[in-house]
C-alpha cells in the first residue's frame, strides 16, 4: 500500500484504510464490513484467534483507524504509511494464524 496519494485528502485516505482493514475483517467472517464495531471484531476474532496478543492488536488497529480518521492530528497519530504498513502486517499475522 502506497503513503497517501496526491489526489485523496489525508481523512480520505485513512477511510480507505479502515475500509480496506473492516472488509477483510468481514470477508473472513462472513459479514458485511459496514457497522463492524471494536466490541464486534473482538467478539468474533475471540473465537477464531487463539493469540490473545494478536486479538488485542487487531482490536486497537481498528480502534486506531477509525480514530486516527476523525482526529489526524491527534497526538500519538501515525501517519498514513504506518498505518497502511500495520494493516500489512495484521493481515499477514491474521492469515498465519488460520483466519
Known amino acids: 500500500m502506497k503513503a ?13 484504510l479502515e ?23 473482538r467478539s468474533i476474532l475471540s473465537s477464531k484467534v487463539k493469540d490473545s496478543g494478536l ?7 481498528f480502534e486506531d483507524l477509525h480514530f486516527f480518521r476523525y482526529a489526524p492530528s491527534a497526538p500519538g497519530a501515525l501517519s498514513t504509511a504506518e498505518l497502511a504498513a500495520a494493516i500489512k502486517e495484521m493481515i499477514i499475522k491474521l492469515e498465519k494464524a488460520g483466519l
Open 4 to 16: 497517501c496519494s496526491a489526489g485523496l485528502k489525508n481523512e480520505e485516505y485513512l477511510g480507505k
Open 19 to 41: 475500509l480496506i482493514f473492516s472488509e477483510y475483517i468481514g470477508d473472513k467472517i462472513n459479514r458485511p464490513a459496514a457497522g463492524l464495531s471494536v466490541e464486534e471484531i
Open 55 to 61: 486479538l488485542q492488536g487487531a482490536a486497537k488497529l
